[in-house]
């Protein structure tokens, strides 16, 4: 299970979307659920993945946040000349970290 220890650590501060896009840029992208976000037979390109937070909250187990994630969907096989396709792509993820263990688990929510 990924761990989001800076993430965690500054969960209330002001810097805690840009914190949270580079530890998130150091998971496997298996991670995220963000291919549910795209196109059947298109696949995601997180190169240029941006975030913005869209909520935050704490409770005893947990904290729990709301992201917006941008990245990029490659559609191949479109029959155009441009192959593949590249398009803007948008998506929202629940994010819980575990206080204890700094553990996270992500969610794809239809926003």
């Known amino acids: 299970m990924p761990r989001l220890v800076r993430a965690l650590q500054n969960w209330e501060g002001d810097t805690l979307a840009v914190i949270l896009t580079d530890?998130?840029?150091?998971?496997?992208?298996?991670?995220?659920?963000?291919?549910?976000?795209?196109s059947p037979g298109?696949?995601?390109?997180?190169?240029?993945l941006?975030?913005?937070?869209?909520?935050r909250q704490a409770?005893?187990?947990a904290v729990r946040l709301r992201v917006g994630v941008f990245f990029t969907?490659?559609?191949?096989?479109?029959?155009?000349?441009?192959?593949?396709?590249?398009?803007?792509?948008y998506c929202e993820l629940d994010i819980s970290?575990?206080?204890?263990?700094?553990?996270a688990t992500f969610a794809f929510t239809e926003g």
């Open 97 to 103: 970290i575990k206080r204890t263990t700094a553990e």
């Open 59 to 61: 409770c005893d187990e």
């Open 50 to 55: 941006g975030l913005s937070l869209l909520s």
């Open 23 to 38: 530890e998130i840029k150091q998971l496997s992208m298996e991670t995220l659920p963000l291919q549910q976000a795209v």
């Open 73 to 89: 969907e490659i559609v191949a096989s479109c029959g155009c000349g441009d192959e593949p396709m590249h398009l803007n792509a």
């Open 42 to 48: 298109s696949y995601v390109d997180v190169q240029n």
